[in-house]
């Protein structure tokens, strides 16, 4: 009962969430500007993204490797496109990487949480690389062009948020990778008195693998960013080809942080809640609310149900249905 209570409240903030943007934008304009695309544009966003699929797939197989999880380079691929298709079925961006994790750990006896911890630092290193580049661009926005950084409303606040972030981020990892730092600050004694003991010694045993293994972590961490830059650049040509004016450097902006909120797990596959920052963000750097809007819908018909339909015809064809 719980659980439907929940999937009937999270359905209803998407459903207002999309309410409140038709208030505001004819939902004849959003068709007539998506008909209206450049096709080449739209290829080109569409190669791009597939660019993203592929070099995350070679990331998490990385990743799970090391951590003792054996799984080839295929399945990695197809699992990735598995996750899209389950996207579309369960709330927020990351419902896929749940569905990713149970199929690569179903069949494991033991040391299944090395399975469930790589997928969740596949996606935290992904996490960080777009925060990470949205804040560098953010820095040498500010820097070169401060008069026009200023413009932007709320510019300033996110800026000093994601830099926040990111170096918070990276101070707790070079403090648990540290076993010096560790004994300094007393990690283990405040560890200890937190609840939930069992899974955090599960957690911590999984995540000590890393440790052994460097060279993975900085391969997953130079990869992702030629991985999310081909995800902001399939952004870019998608709004660009439906007239956006919006110049790349701020796609590398709106795209990470919208994403980001995305990816919380309050909607349906995240519908309304990227429609609505897409309109807000697009309006605040120049371009139009109905572009904005457009560009989110556009993007998720591609990147989300296109994507997820070949993700869907995996699934009918894999092992890993049959034997469910």
């Not at 605040?284 to 339909?309: C, H």
């Amino acid at each position: 009962m719980k659980q439907v209570v929940s999937t009937l409240v999270k359905c209803g903030i998407a459903g207002g969430l999309i309410y409140f943007i038709l208030q505001q934008v004819d939902f004849s304009e959003i068709v007539a500007i998506i008909k209206g695309a450049d096709r080449v544009k739209l290829l080109t966003g569409v190669a791009c993204w597939t660019v993203l699929c592929l070099l995350g797939a070679v990331r998490w197989n990385w990743l799970a490797n090391a951590a003792g999880v054996t799984i080839s380079h295929g399945r990695s691929l197809r699992l990735v496109f598995i996750g899209f298709f389950f996207n579309n079925l369960m709330f927020g961006s990351t419902g896929g990487d749940l569905m990713r994790a149970y199929l690569v750990t179903k069949n494991m006896s033991e040391n299944r949480w090395r399975a469930v911890l790589s997928v969740i630092v596949d996606r935290v290193i992904g996490l960080f690389a777009l925060l990470s580049i949205a804040s560098l661009v953010l820095l040498s926005f500010e820097s070169s062009s401060p008069e026009q950084f200023k413009l932007i409303p709320g510019l300033y606040t996110m800026r000093r948020f994601v830099v926040l972030f990111v170096v918070c981020f990276v101070c707790c990892v070079l403090l648990y990778m540290s076993a010096r730092a560790r004994r300094l600050f007393r990690i283990r004694a405040i560890v200890s008195k937190l609840p939930f003991q069992p899974l955090i010694e599960k957690i911590h045993d999984a995540l000590s693998l890393y440790r052994m293994h460097y060279s993975a972590v900085i391969k997953a961490l130079l990869i992702s960013v030629p991985l999310q830059l081909a995800g902001i650049s399939a952004f870019y040509f998608i709004a660009t080809a439906i007239g956006s004016t919006l110049v790349l450097r701020d796609q590398a902006i709106i795209f990470p942080l919208v994403q980001t909120v995305s990816a919380v797990p309050i909607a349906p596959a995240g519908w309304g809640v990227g429609e609505q920052l897409y309109g807000w963000f697009f309006e605040r750097f120049g371009d139009t609310l109905a572009i904005g809007v457009a560009t989110s819908v556009l993007f998720r018909l591609i990147t989300q149900i296109g994507f997820g339909l070949i993700g869907g015809l995996f699934w009918v064809a894999s092992s890993d249905r049959r034997t469910q």
